[in-house]
């Protein structure tokens, strides 16, 4: 892969240097994140923020209004009341921090109304897979209007996909080009993530690649997965974009957020993340503003993990998985 | 009259005399008539000569094993060009037989041959892939000491002349041999097959000269990283050891048997080379 | 048309949120109306989340330290001859963890004694493949052990417990499992040639790995049916005593490994005894050419592994997040006790810059303190003794000009701990960037050509290891080829295996340890 030249909106090329990425290297570094033994208080909290980052998210084919009330239910009140009511009374010594919302629902565009409806007022954003969300293999134009039709109906954040095809033909133009329309249309207030679907670019050169792309043509965010990709997110490929966004930040003074999403399904993996946000792009990534994880089942473990820490015991599995 | 010639070191490709201007003299075996003048190699020489060698060890290291074998074997053909010069050598200098003498140089044409075809494949059987436990490529490959001291055997056997000069060689390092006092006069013939056998200069030279006055030098040079050690002074040997263990010179003591591996693996280094597998 | 509607969306959003619970660390709920209305600005101000990680110990419990340990002769353990003993201390701590025997020359005769007869008698009679069943019985032994040796490895010698857990400990069991299967294929290992083993062999380990060490250069030797005598390092006896009693529970015949615990006396009486056939070394150059003196006068087999100053080149065109990890590996390993530490790094000129940068920022994240911690990567300071030689060094290249940058980290107060360290820009003729300094201490220099890179790296007396980081291939070979060291890592550092041999050029000694070289140097070949 050597250097990619890219024109750019008003006639200026940029060009993005070839950023080489051992693989093996970068597994081995990912790794040693997973040996970080978190415990106590420090744990706790690495529980409670990983709470506050997560886009809990729905895509599923079978979605109904129905389906994403819950999930909205369950987004501003991730545990139930009595049993918070239980918990303290177990503990009675401990002052228990109160569970916060997560920091978005993630829903198609369709659905969108609805978690409007159900989070109005909660602060809690609304992000809205569109352009032609998973495959992104229609024209742009239709893109376009699926992510307009997204915003209109009050999405927040708009997480788009990128256009693997392009990319790996080697037509990056085309796909830069369609993440700097989308951010267009998207406007200045609705977030834009923007999908690289690291599954299916597969070399971490790619991964690198595409990400320093999505940064120059406007991401807010860059995200790695749709979810309907194996393998979704993992360690290294998170790793290889913290990286892509620490240099990014180092040449323009832009912080661009990372989203991990797909596959992160306990609470031990969410806190490996976080130790590897902390050890790369640290404290400023730390925030629900900069790193968000798209998750569906993580939330129940998290909450899990809370209250077995403050209370040395696991309770049912159940009390937790109402969505 | 006969003329009686002085016979020169062979030094970076040169025939030349020792710079100190000493000389002796070489009698024929069991009588007291001169048969040569040799020179009397001296220190100064015998830095020339690393110097030499030390180039030399880089144009040979870096020479492929093909190439090498090429060489060695051109040495083989060289050896046979001169047969009847060895021959009258062996036969007038050490009262050998026509059929001793021949003997002795079919077999050290033999040993030619025999390490000219070990040139490209010692390292297929010494060196190895291994199979580390991790997405790793691991080879472990041969190459050279670098420059290497031969201090030849007082008895003279040529055969084991040859056969010692070639296991350095084919281990891919650069030769410089100090002769024994059994029949330096060697020195003359033995000298042009390697001049005229395509090696780059300083890859072999070769002294006439005494290992008394010479051996701690060798063993302290630094540039020596090793030394072959065929002579039967064991006393010598292990003075030498001593000496030289400021740069931890592989010292190699008197080879038990000819034409095999292990000759040519006591002048090699292991590299053991890792690399990543991964896209 | 769409931008005003969600600005007016926003608007009334915040208006209805001044009911939520003020938050006492921030929300999304807070963050995110702040940010609607005030669009890209800064974000809320509100703490920082501080990710401090609690402290993680492993727990000491599984290790029961003795007061007093004693040599391991002829299968037994046994007092020594004089009665003397030295302290052995957790250099974490300074506490002092037991009391350990001294042994002298009469302990060492016991020891050769014990060793010569298992060789002529149980061990020597005994068939290759029974003897790579007692092998690997002893590798088994050592994983199912495996944390009580992690743990003692640490607090004997202040290393960080995921080290002495994640390699020094499996490591060392794996080299017991690769030479237990040579013990009976020897005639492989010498094809078309007839070998035998070379008799008992006297083993002197450092301190820096002191039960790997012990694996490397006991699994080889008994695979090749000779018998050993091994002195382990004064500082760090404690593990290579445990492998002792691994020994006994592996039922391996008596006198097969003695055990002979002591300073340098002890090591000087095993290279000095007569009946030894062949000394195996690793540590300093500077005993390793005390040891070859001594023995130059005998015909004793030797192989030594000694020291390093390994260079790690780096090209413009590596995988640099990837370099900077090789290199922090390279040289941050071990607190940087290690023979092939990639002590001097060669940067291209063009790249240094960047290179130093990430690296600085890199080394802050490193957490130096209680190696029993999990989550520490820099442990202690071996010793008192090597953290005066250490400090002594990084005084002196002060002197010498260039950059000196320190990792920004705590350090504990008690106990012999250094902050990671490199000198930057300094002339290749510094203190620093020509001696071995054993410790977390780096040169990094620049080189403009890939020859003045090669040219750079073999300027030392010391040939063990090198690095190179291109993603190049030609560029890697010829680079590799070029270089004067026994062991070449491309694209990574720092990295071991029983099927790899290892072993230095020049000054860094002879002989290979692991793989099938490792093995030849315990065979006599016919």
Redesign the interface.
Known sequence: MATVSLKVPGGNKITIPHYPIDMIGADERAGTFTKRSIKKQSKLDALYLAIEMTDLTTLGGDDTPGKVEQLCGKAINPVPPQYLEELSRLVPNKELRPIPSVAAVCVYPEQVPVAVRCLEGTGINIASVATAFPAGQLPLDIKLKDVQRAVKFGATEIDMVIDRGAFLRGDYQKVFDEIVAVKEACGEDVHLKVILETGELKTYDNVRLASWMAMEAGADFIKTSTGKVQPAATMPVTLIMLQAIQDFYEQTGKKIGMKPAGGIKTAKQAIHYLVMVNETLGSDWLDPHMFRFGASTLLNDLLRQIFAQYSGQYFYDDIFSLD | MKVVKTIKLYINGEFVRTESGRSYSYNVAGKNTQFARLCQASRKDFRNAVESSKEGFKSWASKTAYNKSQILYRMAEMTEGKRHEFEELFMEALGKTQGEATAMVDSAIDTFVYYSGFCDKFHQIAGSINPVAGPFHNFTHIEGVGVTTLVEDDEFDFQKLVDSICSILTGGNSVIVLLGEGCPAVLGPLAEVFATSDLSNGTVNILSGHLDELRDYIAQHREVRSVSFQSSREDVFHDMKQKSTDNMKRMIPRHKKQKCLENILNFVEYKTVWHPVGY | M??K???K??AK?TA??ST??AA??????????V??TT??AA?VKTK?????????PESKAIVNIKSRYEHFINGEFVAPVAGKYMDTINPATTEVLAKVAVGDAKDVDKAVKAARKAFEGTWGQMSGSERGKYLFRIARILQERAREFAVLETLDGGKPI?ESR?VDVPLAA?HFFYYAGWADKIEYAV???EAKPVGVCGQIIPWNFPLLMAAWKIAPALAAGNTVVLKPAEQTSLTALLLAEVCQEAELPAGVVNIVTGAGETGAAITAHQDINKIAFTGS?DI??II??AI????KKLT?E?GGKSANIIYE???????V??VVNGIFFNQGHVCCAGSRVLVEESIADTFI?KLEKRMK?LRVGDPMD??TDVGAINSKEQLDKIKALVAKGKTEGGNFHEADVKIPSKGYFCKPCFFAHQSASSTISRVEVFGPVLSIQTFRTPDEAITKANDT?YGLAAGIWS?KGSK?HKT??GLK????????YN?F?P?????G??????G?EG???GILPYLE??
Request: net charge positive; charged share 35%; glycine share 8%.
């Open positions: 769409t931008k509607k969600t600005t969306k926003a959003k209805k949120k939520s619970k006492k660390t921030k929300t999304p709920k807070a963050a995110k109306s940010k609607k669009k890209k974000p920082k989340f501080v990710f401090d990680y609690d402290p993680a995921k994640d794996a094809p078309g040639r150059t390793g050419k070859a003196k130059a006068g005998s015909n030594l000694l065109d590596a995988a640099l997040d990837q370099a990890e090789g940068k994240q999990k989550n007396n993603e890697i590799a080829l060291a026994g062991v070449i890592w491309a694209n990574t990295k295996d099927t790899a041999p290892f072993g050029f020049f000054e860094s000694g002879y290979r793989g099938l070289q070949v016919k």
